[in-house]
């Protein structure tokens, strides 16, 4: 079965720091990797996502996220936060069939410090 | 021009209730899905569906049924609700061929008293 950690629960970073948001998987193949933001009382919003190809990927607002199989591991990055991306962050996993359901890990909060 | 809506976007009822939750996709999307979000924010899928297949999270109370009118609809039955069904329910959908992206709805904060 497919599983997501994300080890910290609550990162706080200063306005104009850099930013990385932990993600570790389990699944047997090689998966799709997600990554969603969710505003305090919205949706789930599409950060970024992997399929194939590049292991580097780059997403909407200035993030990006990188694929490394042999730790099982897709990080989410952003050089400098700003203070609206103060908000939840998911990241998922989804298999490669039709159900593609997805699984997501605990959630990060982020806050940021003026 | 909006991609999932759902409908309420609030629900609060008594125990025992039985309530619907109403989604719509004007993507032209091939699969829906439900997820619950609990009270600590942990999203879990309840299931998955298209005109073919249903596919049920195992762990979801048969008191949940999905039910699809049409490919652009999966609405959410739960009877004799529960407390512990309190959650705030996403619905989300997908084409099968291209782009494995799930696009979410804005969320149904349902509170059962």
Known sequence: ?114 | DTAVSQTPKYLVTQMGNDKSIKCEQNLGHDTMYWYKQDSKKFLKIMFSYNNKELIINETVPNRFSPKSPDKAHLNLHINSLELGDSAVYFCASRRIQGSNEQFFGPGTRLTVL
């Open chain 1, 1 to 114: 079965a497919q599983s997501v950690t994300q080890p910290d629960i609550h990162i706080t970073v200063s306005e104009g720091a850099s930013l990385e948001l932990r993600c570790n998987y389990s699944y047997g193949a090689t998966p799709y990797l997600f990554w969603y933001v969710q505003s305090p009382g919205q949706g789930l919003q599409l950060l970024l996502k992997y399929f194939s190809g590049d292991t580097l990927v780059q997403g909407i607002k200035g993030f990006e996220a990188e694929f490394k199989r042999s730790q099982s591991s897709f990080n989410l990055r952003k050089p400098s936060v700003h203070w609206s991306d103060a908000a939840e962050y998911f990241c998922a996993v989804g298999a490669r069939y039709a159900g593609n359901m997805l699984t997501f890990g605990g959630g990060t909060r982020l806050m940021v410090k003026p």
